[in-house]
Each structure stands twice: as C-alpha cells, then as structure tokens.
C-alpha cells in the first residue's frame, strides 16, 4: 500500500512563498505523470499542477500559472510544488497523487495565505 506524505504547507503572508513537498512510501511515482490538487474551504478537490512522467511536460490551472511550479525527483520518490505570489484565494490543503488519483490520498498539508 503506497503512502503519500505531503508537507510544506503552513500559513504565509499574500505575496510569500511555500515548497510542498509529496514523499511516497516506496517507489510509486516512476513513468506516472504526478498531480498536486488542492481542496479550498467549501470547494471541490481540483487539480492546480501536474507533470509528466518523464518530467517533460506540465500543466497548471489559469489560477496559478506564472505562479506555481511543479517538479519531480522519482530517485527521492518525491513530487515538489514551487508556490510564489501566493494570493488568499490559493488558502487549501494541498494534496499529491498520480494524475488520475490512483493511490490512496494522504492527509494533505494545509497552506493558509492571510491578506
């Protein structure tokens, strides 16, 4: 059973920055293209970042681009996400999963941006 562990996540002032990091139990993430999701207060699960499985190719939601940035190292069997220009909007927990969500999700990691 793989686990992820997100991390990173804290409470930051608008405009500041945050690494997430997603660390998997074993070696999960190898030829799957990795999401970062987030789930904001009232809101569905939506994915804002995703990266292929070559690392090649990635993919933001309109909200974030320019902002955030995804990157992977399947050695360390683990996923990043580069948040900058963080706005209160972006205030969720953050969660990591294959881009289909195949794995059991994790606990998520929560990052609260404060006007």
């Known amino acids: 059973q793989v686990q992820l562990v997100e991390s990173g996540g804290g409470l930051v002032q608008a405009g500041g920055s945050l690494r997430l990091s997603c660390a998997a139990s074993e070696r999960a993430f190898s030829s799957y293209a990795m999401g970062w999701f987030r789930r904001a207060p009232g809101k569905e699960r939506e994915l804002v970042a995703a990266i292929s499985g070559s690392g090649g190719s990635t993919y933001y939601v309109d909200s974030v681009k320019g902002r955030f940035t995804i990157s992977r190292d399947d050695a360390k069997n683990t996923v990043y996400l580069q948040m900058s220009s963080l706005k209160p909007e972006d205030t969720a927990v953050y969660y990591c999963?294959?881009?289909?969500?195949?794995?059991?999700w994790g606990k998520g990691t929560l990052v609260t941006v404060s006007p």
């Open positions: 999963n294959t881009r289909t969500g195949i794995y059991t």
